[in-house]
């Protein structure tokens, strides 16, 4: 059985011995080398050409961001980021998502963690999958981003109809390049769960806001749903909308993931069928299939991504599996399917 090539890159001894202990505990793995910083890994990328890519951020001579985007010109190959969970780092990490890592495993306890065992699962896990996944993550390739002005809207009032959206691994590059083609108005609202640590969804937010015509906000409890906005939900928290067009957001440990894409779904099927677009994207698991079928059975629209372009096809397969989607859409015609649905949404409210 051929093994998986890992090059672990980080300037700690001790993070570089104990990562690459956790990722050769695994029989399916074999770390072929190792790199103190971003130079180190561009020309071991280059010697070596390992499956994936282990990668910290803050790093001396050059960092993981500038290697990265070395990397993917010289040599791609899909890339981890493994580092440091602090909310400075967090906009970094979005500008290293969007140049084409995979995914990112947050330290537990900062630069050098003794206690990076606790997330040895979740180093192997994505790992495995971002090798499995390279074909897709290698051809999507860095994005191209241009700043957009917000929507304002020049009525403020409660949201008619809404967009929701359930999206895991490879989300936010695949969020904000969905969402800059999506067109807002005073009557629609957006509403989006992304699988991302309390630190990382702030920053996020602000990234959708600025790279797409939509202004999000960091959702709030007790915030009311209006026309012309975005809605994230903070990472930690389960958000959904409940009658009178309010967010809560809560806890509950029945759910896998936090905040979890089937309480979003299911409750937009509660409060807003059928004026209502479910979405559902890449990502690892079955999370929001089964709210999204409810959304689908109250008669609202819904859409999962496909497997042609599906960084992770996980979470839209669970979605097909079940007949949950009426339409799957590889990511770039999604913008237009929403715009074109929500539009017979509106003429058919106006004939109503």
């Keep these: 059985m051929r093994r998986i090539k890992v090059l672990v890159v980080d300037d700690s001894a001790f993070m570089r011995k104990a990562i690459r202990e956790i990722l050769e505990s695994d029989p399916e793995i074999e770390?072929?080398?190792?790199?103190?910083?971003g130079l180190e890994a561009v020309e071991k990328a280059k010697e070596l050409k390992p499956d994936?890519?282990?990668?910290?951020?803050n790093m001396p001579v050059m960092d993981g961001k500038e290697a990265l985007a070395r990397i993917m010109?010289?040599?791609?190959?899909p890339v981890v980021v493994v580092?440091?969970?602090?909310?400075?780092d967090a906009p970094?990490?979005?500008?290293?998502?969007?140049?084409?890592a995979f995914d990112y495993v947050p330290k537990p306890s900062g630069t050098i963690s003794l206690d990076i065992h606790k997330v040895a699962d979740d180093i192997r896990t994505k790992v495995k999958q971002a090798y499995r996944s390279r074909a897709r993550v290698l051809s999507r390739g860095p994005s191209q981003r241009v700043l957009r002005a917000s929507f304002k809207p020049a009525k403020r009032g409660l949201a008619k109809y809404v967009v929701a959206v359930g999206i895991s691994t490879g989300g936010p590059a695949t969020l904000i390049d969905i969402l800059q083609d999506c067109e807002v108005d005073e009557e629609?609202?957006?509403?989006?769960?992304?699988?991302?640590?309390?630190?990382?969804?702030?920053?996020?937010?602000?990234r959708l806001s600025e790279y797409t015509p939509i202004q999000f906000h960091h959702a709030t409890h007790g915030q009311a749903v209006l026309g012309g906005y975005g809605y994230l939900a903070p990472g930690g928290w389960h958000m959904k909308v409940v009658p009178g067009g309010k967010i809560k957001l809560f806890k509950d440990d029945s759910y896998i993931y936090y905040p979890s894409a089937d309480v979003l779904f299911s409750s937009v099927a509660e409060v807003y069928c059928p004026n209502?677009?479910?979405?559902i994207l890449t990502g690892i698991g079955r999370d929001g299939a089964e709210g999204l079928l409810r959304m689908k059975e109250c008669g609202c629209i819904t859409i999962a991504e496909s497997e042609e372009t599906a960084v992770v096809y996980g979470m839209p397969a669970a979605a097909k599996e079940i007949g949950a989607a009426v339409e799957i859409l590889p990511a770039y015609r999604i913008a237009s399917a929403i715009k074109r649905h929500l539009r017979r949404l509106k003429e058919?409210?106006?004939k109503g």
């Excluded at 770390?31 to 910083?37: L, S």
């Excluded at 010109?73 to 190959?77: G, H, L, Q, S």
């Excluded at 580092?83 to 400075?88: A, F, K």
């Excluded at 209502?276 to 979405?279: E, F, I, P």
């Design 276 to 279: 209502a677009v479910g979405v």
């Design 188 to 206: 629609t609202a957006y509403l989006v769960v992304q699988h991302m640590p309390p630190q990382f969804t702030p920053s996020l937010a602000k």
């Design 348 to 350: 058919r409210g106006q």
């Design 83 to 88: 580092s440091s969970l602090t909310q400075e």
């Design 73 to 77: 010109e010289e040599n791609p190959t």
């Design 31 to 37: 770390v072929v080398g190792t790199a103190r910083n």
């Design 92 to 100: 970094i990490t979005m500008e290293l998502l969007d140049m084409g």
């Design 52 to 57: 994936v890519i282990t990668l910290d951020i």
